[in-house]
């Protein structure tokens, strides 16, 4: 199964040259051109990443898009790709797991992409709840003591 990314950027130039380029490389993409298109698409399907310009309808745009990613349920990871650096000083703060600064060389973006992504999927696998599972058998018996002994 593809890994579904949503790229949000408003220059349509850059979202389809970076949507060719990660559907080139297995990943399926949604796109928006704004913040609140992107808020419509988290909250109607399920991503596992999503990658957002910060600069859109205004300067901090992509922060709305990254509060809206961390509100659901499904926890997708989060990039902020933007060419003004500085503008983005406090991205992690913001929710954001990953920069990345326009432009970007192809074989680096898809490095950072997967490395984020399997960063993510490590955390959340730590930080992931029992799922009122019982432990094995033999482990609660070893735990109670009443474990018998052969013969």
């Not at 060389?105 to 799922?131: S, Y």
């Not at 033999?138 to 052969?150: D, F």
């Amino acid at each position: 199964m593809k890994r579904r990314i949503l790229l949000v950027d408003d220059e349509l130039a850059i979202l389809l040259t970076l949507k060719a380029i990660l559907e080139m490389n297995g990943f399926e993409v949604d796109t928006a051109a704004s913040a609140s298109e992107a808020e419509r698409k988290l909250s109607a399907g399920t991503y596992e990443m999503v990658i957002t310009d910060m600069k859109m309808e205004h300067d901090t745009a992509g922060y709305d898009v990254l509060r809206a990613a961390k509100a659901q349920a499904y926890n997708p990871a989060t990039a902020i790709l933007t060419a003004y650096h500085s503008l983005a000083s406090d991205w992690r703060s913001k929710g954001a797991q990953s920069l990345l600064v326009k432009p970007v060389n192809t074989q680096d973006l898809l490095r950072q992409i997967e490395a984020l992504l399997i960063n993510h999927q490590d955390q959340k696998a730590r930080t992931a709840k029992p799922n009122g599972l019982k432990q094995p058998l033999t482990e609660e018996r070893n735990r109670s003591g009443s474990a018998k002994k052969a013969v």
